[in-house]
């Protein structure tokens, strides 16, 4: 099954590469912004820097009466130099020129203003008299460098910018949405055992209708499962006195009839005891949906597991077979209702009794850490059968009359006050057995 796709990532994705693509594409038209300015500025540059040397090497010429044969301008000065001029006369021929400027003239015409080479921009000036052409070239190489040296400035400071922005983006964006996970995780807590409503204030305006929605599926939910519970509850109860009554006169039937009839009887009577019985059942189980386990105040179950043992000890099932071994004697408080407690306790030695051999002991133990061991002798159980007892009428390989309900209702009442519910088969230490084992919360005075 594929992995649901997470609406934050997919936002944080999304903005993360708009933020990225932004910041390039920003940065990108910068730098063809500055390509145009700088090449304004270098041509202005380059103008100026003709205007203002014409006139003084035109003095220089003058003064100094140069033949056409050119020469070098200040020979011992050393290092690049990043504008250099030449100067021509009318037949083109290079009078005068800069230090790292070669005697061959520029491939360029005479032509006042712009021109270009392959690798140079060219500016031509031309004296009044119309005798010398001074050009001015400025190389492409240099131009590149500074445009290379602005945009890496430029580029630099957004790479740190882009890592921030996503970071920035992804705390954004779990913050904004972080009222749908809390949301969901309200959502996700409901259960038959927790139907409350949602409580729509700390939910922005957008999530309201949601809420509002989720509220009136669990009111119709809680009241359909209020409805359920009351009929079985009802059910259940209202059919004790019809089935207790029509046990009555089976039994007083089976003492009026032939012996040839008896066993009839006595199948209506076994029949009328189950009945009963899964009425009981029925009835338990609707209080623990309930959830009568639940309790605000601690109870000592010392007592109410004394009492259930002796009235099953009274039962004839029960007769000199329960051993009960207390390790609290200063009691043991739990959180648990106590009606919860002896329906637990109740269910788990009806459990040991029926499905262990006739006459066996069970044993019962409790523990100073809230922990309630019930063990009996019957045949081990398969492992893998463990798990599917605690479902409603799930029944081990057993011919013993039963509901396969007791074990569902024991789980459903300790799970309600953060208890477990722990089977083994065989019992530890043994070869054979069936145990089952309550850890209940113990309350610290």
Known sequence: MARPTSMTRKLVTALTSVVAISWLLACGLGVMVMQD?????????VQETA??????????????????????????????????????????????????????PFEVSLDPGFSETATQRIYTA???????FLQVADAFANRREAIEEAGSALLLPVLILIPASIFAVIVVVRRTLQPIQTLRDEIGKKDGGNL??????????????????????????????????????????????????????AQRLHADIPPELAPRVENIEKSLQHLGHLAEKLLQMSRAEARIGVTDTANDVIPILELVIDDMVRTAIGKSRIRFTNHCEDGLPCR?????????????????????????????????DGTVRIINSGPAIDRALLPKLTTRFARGPTK??????????VKSLVEQTGGELLLFSPAPGRQDGFEARVVLPVEIA
């Open 126 to 132: 031309v004296t009044p008299d119309g005798n010398y």
């Open 400 to 409: 013993a009359d039963g509901t396969g309900l007791g074990l569902a209702i």
């Open 196 to 249: 409350a409503p949602l409580e729509t204030q700390p939910f922005p305006g957008e999530l309201h209708p949601i809420a509002r929605s989720v509220n009136l599926l669990l009111g119709r939910l809680r009241s359909a499962i209020e409805a359920e519970r009351e009929f079985t509850a009802n059910s259940a109860h209202e059919l004790r006195t019809p089935i207790a009554g029509a046990l009555a006169q």
């Open 51 to 104: 205007e203002r040397l014409l006139p003084l090497l035109a003095d220089d010429l003058r003064e100094n009466n140069t033949a056409p044969a050119s020469r070098k301008l200040n020979p011992s000065a050393e290092g690049a130099e990043y504008l250099t001029y030449q100067v021509r006369d009318r037949e083109g021929q290079v009078v005068l020129h800069s230090h790292d400027s070669s005697t061959e």
């Open 37 to 45: 300015e700088f090449a304004e500025i270098f041509d202005a540059g």
């Open 336 to 368: 648990i209702g106590a009606d919860a407690f002896g329906i637990i306790v109740r269910n788990l030695l009806e459990n040991a009794l029926i499905h262990s051999p006739a006459g066996s002991p069970v044993q019962i133990s409790a523990e100073q």
